[in-house]
């Protein structure tokens, strides 16, 4: 299933990169949970389909906003993807440009869990490969 679960995440990335909520619905399971903390100072959780329409609602002031994935790793019924994360403000024109790092946790063929986080070790930590 691991192989299934490598598509699945990339799919998810290339329907946020098109902001594309009923395609990421459509993936996730219905208590879908997405932890991020891109362009804020703590984590955001978003929860379900209202959750990941809020994102993108909030996610308006961003003119550019977009995953470059770089590194799928295959990890069973998780996927580490490994890339950057890329954002230009609508407005202001301030470009972001950062390593991200997102545990991706499926079940049933669907995403149940997405945390993303700053840094690789707290990604490697999420998925249990380090303590």
Do not use: C
């Not at 946020?16 to 991020?36: C, I, K, M, Q």
């Not at 470059?68 to 890339?83: I, P, S």
């Amino acid at each position: 299933m691991s192989h299934e679960n490598v598509l699945l995440a990339r799919n998810a990335i290339a329907a946020f990169n098109r902001r594309d909520v009923a395609g990421l619905v459509e993936l996730s399971t219905d208590d879908f949970e997405w932890v991020t903390w891109t362009g804020t100072v703590d984590p955001t959780a978003y929860h379900g389909a209202e959750g990941l329409a809020r994102y993108f609602r909030d996610a308006d002031v961003w003119e550019v906003l977009n995953l470059e994935a770089q590194e799928f790793r295959d990890l069973g019924d998780e996927v580490l993807v490994v890339g950057t994360f890329h954002a230009r403000g609508g407005g202001s024109g301030m470009e972001i440009h950062v390593p991200y790092y997102s545990a991706f946790f499926t079940t049933g063929g669907k995403l149940a869990q997405v945390l993303s986080f700053r840094t690789e070790d707290e990604a490697l930590k999420a998925v249990g490969l380090v303590e």
